[in-house]
């Protein structure tokens, strides 16, 4: 199987932006993703990457290590985006990019990862249930709940925080 996991390129705009439109009930606009790829990979920014089969995009992730915040001692990795194209789901290759996204934030330091999933989507047995594949991954749920946090369908819908704390792995 001819399958890797790249950094993306800037000229990877149309293919990201199909992805994100196939995989988020809340894209994000063409300027917003311009702006993420021209700066993908360099300190401090976010880090995208693109899972290819035969060089055919299918999947993409967007995480970025936080800036520390006053009073709290933990470096976190944030999980911004996190899409397998529909149709091709349930092979692996969401695993395969949140595998990624860990070894980076275990190369960087991070203690943990965190991510925030729309409460709609952790619904145990819907289709469109992440919290299972979350779990599967070591990631909980922290009991936080960020109100309002997208405007989708109509009307505002809660978030919830999920994380995978490393207890001191490092890398090798
Ligand atoms: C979440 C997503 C990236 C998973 O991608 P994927 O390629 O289907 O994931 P994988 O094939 O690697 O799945 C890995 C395992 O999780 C399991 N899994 C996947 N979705 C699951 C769910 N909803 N509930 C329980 N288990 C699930 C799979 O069965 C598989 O288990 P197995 O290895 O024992 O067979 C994909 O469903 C997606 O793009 N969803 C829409 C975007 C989204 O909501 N992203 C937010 C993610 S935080």
């Given amino acids: 199987m001819d399958l890797q996991i790249r950094l993306s ?3 990877d705009i149309n293919v ?3 992805l994100d439109i ?3 009930d809340y894209p994000l606009e063409m300027a917003e993703w311009q702006d993420l790829l021209n700066s993908s990979g360099k300190d401090d920014c976010a880090r995208i990457v693109v899972v290819e089969m035969f060089k055919k995009a299918l999947g993409f992730a967007v995480w970025k290590m936080l800036p520390p915040e006053s009073g709290v001692n933990e470096q976190v ?6 899409g397998v ?3 091709v789901r349930n092979r692996g290759l969401g695993s395969k990019l949140v595998e990624t996204c860990e070894a980076h934030a ?3 330091q991070a203690d943990l990862i965190r991510t925030t999933v729309p409460h709609f989507k952790c619904k145990v047995g819907d289709p469109d249930d992440v919290s299972g594949f979350l779990h599967k991954h070591g990631f909980n749920a922290t009991g936080h709940i960020i109100p309002e946090y997208k405007f989708m369908f109509g009307k505002w819908t809660d978030g919830y925080i999920f994380e995978k704390h490393f207890n001191g792995v490092t890398a090798c």
Wanted: hydrophobic letters at 30%.
């Fill in 106 to 108: 275990i190369k960087m």
């Fill in 9 to 11: 390129r800037p000229t």
């Fill in 77 to 82: 990795c944030f999980l911004y985006r996190l």
């Fill in 85 to 87: 194209r529909p149709g």
């Fill in 22 to 24: 196939k995989c988020y």
């Fill in 16 to 18: 990201i932006r199909d």
